[in-house]
């Protein structure tokens, strides 16, 4: 069980840093990259959350609590800022930078939410 949690933990930091790594970058100069970029963007959204979800039904389960919510928050902005970049990609400029503004609340909660007790 400890190696699949810290299996899945890796595979989630790993996507999810390039997910949101890539929305910062593209919300500079590179924005007209979006297109050739957006099916590795998808693939590690999908990637962050199938991990994270599973890593929610693991480690958090039914557990209530500040971690819990900070968690919830965290993947909320996450979920929302892939509908953003599936559903804006006529506008990649403002797309990315909605997901930008999202992902980062979803990585300070990520990070912060061990601390939430
Ligand atoms: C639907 C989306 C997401 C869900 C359901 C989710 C769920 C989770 C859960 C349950 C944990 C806790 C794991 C544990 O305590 O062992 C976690 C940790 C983490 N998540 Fe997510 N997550 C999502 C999106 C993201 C995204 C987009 C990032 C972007 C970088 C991210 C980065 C992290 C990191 C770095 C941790 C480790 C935090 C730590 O323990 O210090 N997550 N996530």
């Known amino acids: ?40 963007q998808m693939g590690a959204a999908a990637l962050t959350v199938v991990a994270g979800l599973a890593l929610w039904g693991i480690v958090i389960r039914g557990s209530h609590g500040p971690m819990a919510t900070t968690l919830a928050i965290g993947a909320l902005c996450a979920i929302a ?11 990649p400029k403002t797309s990315q930078r909605i997901a930008a503004a999202l992902l980062s609340v979803t990585v300070i909660c990520m990070v912060i939410s061990p601390y939430m007790t």
């Open 1 to 40: 069980m400890r190696i699949l949690v810290l299996s899945l933990l890796s595979l989630h930091a790993l996507a999810g840093v390039f997910w949101a790594g890539s929305t910062f970058a593209l919300t500079h100069s590179y924005f007209e990259l979006t297109p050739k970029l957006f099916r590795a």
């Open 81 to 91: 800022a892939a509908g953003v970049q599936g559903a804006m990609r006529r506008s």
